[in-house]
């Protein structure tokens, strides 16, 4: 009996979301990532897993976060817009959602040693906090000039007791941080576990990360229920670094075309200035981490540096499913400058009394792009709080 393929936008057994995804990986890393692979479906879907994980989602992170309809936001707007408050999670943003979950995995591999990468230093925070928080051993890499630009989370990594190792190499920011941790992990296959902190790398971790951030989207969909008495917006909107922020707000959303999806990345300073972070506006295709997606690169396939006034969207690629929704049509890309969102930003700040992170400011922007109606039901991921930009924001408006 011939079987009808199903079609999903989820990723397949061999880690690919349509053409996009796969593992690209050197022969050395290849222990390492095969015992990810072959393990963390298994580990996942283990009753002791999932009561751990919870519980602590519960009482460590704060969750459930709750889903917050803007009255004031709305009526400016004219159309219903909620915001799913990640800015309460502990840490103050969603990457600590996936941190757990991998904390929690590495245990169970036997792992006694946690490597991470880290740009603005938010994903080695998070990754920080886990490792005080089971007493294992935790070393972030970092550019040598990301470490002098951020300084507030290299202190709070050592508060916690991390160790953070500067890459001195090439452009001294996350990319190198990238290549050292990688040949950290090459040197120590057996007792080290590397948390990445988005989407993005080899398969499993786009689909494994996306899984642990799903709790976005899984409890949007009660919080929908009792408020508007459906499961599903009309809309989800979330701004995109790697994605995995929108891949948790999307994630039970996006085999339900009903529900459509708005994908925001950072034009920089426009996206034709030779200063931007908008992947899919400017990207091609291309291998990065691990993983084939879409990229900035120059025509002989460099990468590109790219740029945002936010730290968390400064990424010259996007995770493999995020290339595929675009690719396929399945989600609307927008990208927004600097300007527009910090404007955003001030916007929220003063009509809801809630300060967001630039990342997050960003998908607040597109209302000049969209056309919302009277009863469209929207839920805008809110990612993180923006204390930590508040110098960002001062410079800029000279507040
Ligand atoms: C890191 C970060 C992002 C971008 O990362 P994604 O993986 O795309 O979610 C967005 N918002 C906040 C608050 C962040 O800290």
Redesign the pocket.
């Known amino acids: 009996m011939m079987m009808t393929e199903q079609l999903s936008y989820h990723a397949d057994e061999k880690g690919y979301y349509g053409d996009f995804g796969g593992a690209f990986i050197p022969e050395m890393l290849y222990p390492n990532v095969e015992e990810l692979r072959s393990h963390y479906l298994d580990i996942i879907g283990e009753t002791s897993f999932q009561e751990e994980f919870q519980a602590l989602l519960r009482d460590y992170v704060g969750r459930p976060t709750p889903l917050y309809f803007a009255k004031r936001l709305s009526e400016k707007y004219g159309t219903k817009i909620y915001l799913k408050r990640e800015d309460l999670c502990h840490t103050g943003?969603?990457?600590v959602n996936n941190t757990i979950g991998q904390i929690l995995l590495a245990q169970r591999l036997g792992k006694k040693r946690i490597i991470a990468e880290t740009g603005a230093g938010?994903?080695g925070v998070a990754t920080a906090t886990v490792c005080a928080l089971m007493g294992i051993e935790c070393i972030v890499y970092m550019g040598a000039v990301d470490i002098e630009r951020q300084a507030p989370n290299v202190a709070r990594m050592k508060m916690l007791g991390a160790k953070v190792v500067p890459a001195t190499s090439g452009s001294k920011t996350l990319k190198d941080a990238t290549n050292e941790a990688i040949r950290d992990w090459i040197n120590n296959p057996v007792d080290t576990h590397y948390i990445i902190g988005?989407?993005v790398g080899p398969h499993p971790y786009p689909d494994m990360v996306a899984r642990f951030q799903a709790i976005i989207s899984k409890e949007t969909k009660k919080q929908l229920l009792e408020k508007e008495g459906r499961e599903d917006p009309d809309y989800v909107i979330a701004?995109?670094?790697?994605?995995?922020?929108?891949a948790g707000m999307y994630y039970h959303y996006l085999d339900n075309p009903k529900v459509k999806i708005i994908a925001v990345e950072a034009a920089g300073k426009g996206v034709s200035s030779g200063e931007s972070a908008a992947t899919t506006a400017l990207g091609k295709e291309g291998i990065i981490h691990g993983s084939k997606t879409l990229l900035m690169q120059t025509g002989d396939g460099q990468i590109t540096e790219p740029y945002s006034i936010s730290a968390?969207?400064d990424y010259p690629g996007i995770g493999p499913m995020h290339a595929h929704l675009y690719r396929s049509g399945r989600a609307q890309f927008v990208s927004v400058t600097d300007e527009a969102a910090m404007q955003a930003g001030i916007e929220v700040s003063k009509l809801e009394g809630i300060i967001p992170?630039i990342?997050?400011s960003h998908a607040f922007a597109i209302f000049d792009q969209m056309d919302f109606k009277e009863d469209d039901v929207l839920v805008f991921n809110l990612?993180?709080r923006g204390d930590k930009d508040l110098q960002t924001y001062i410079d800029y408006f000279g507040l």
């Open positions: 943003a969603h990457k938010q994903h988005s989407v701004c995109v670094g790697g994605g995995s922020n929108a968390g969207l992170a990342e997050t990612s993180g």
